[in-house]
């Protein structure tokens, strides 16, 4: 599976960014869809997730209400919407897969999933 990033870029604080990601995945469907994000010097944290089908979907604390992931199954992407955007949201975003069955949760723990993208820079300026 191999996955795209884009959409990174320089913003105001309280401003708007749209990533997406794009996946080679043959049945996307099939895989919970999750973002990650890395700051200069600190760990690799968990944003939001995807359910691979129903579209459940779970946030980070820091950017609940802020964020919002989805996804569209026929064209195999998944987008994660920020709004409000802080400094503190500079970090290098990665997509993420799981590959998933009806039962799979979904996963916070990027040791749970399968595959990467390359990252995407986001940078807010304040």
């Known amino acids: 599976v191999q996955l795209q990033a884009s959409g990174g870029g320089l913003v105001q604080a309280g401003g708007s960014l749209r990533l997406s990601c794009a996946a080679s995945a043959p049945i996307f469907s099939s895989y919970h869809m999750g973002w990650f994000r890395q700051a200069p010097g600190k760990e690799r944290q968990f944003v939001a997730v995807i359910s691979r089908r129903e579209g459940n979907t779970y946030y980070a604390d820091s950017v609940k209400g802020r964020f919002k992931i989805s996804r569209d199954n026929d064209k195999n992407t998944v987008d994660l919407r920020m709004d409000s955007l802080k400094p503190e949201d500079t970090a290098v975003y990665y997509c993420?897969?799981?590959?998933?069955?009806?039962?799979?949760?979904?996963?916070?723990?990027?040791?749970?999933?399968?595959?990467w993208g390359q990252g995407t820079l986001v940078t807010v300026s304040s």
């Open positions: 993420a897969v799981r590959q998933s069955s009806n039962s799979t949760p979904l996963a916070v723990s990027g040791a749970q999933y399968d595959f």
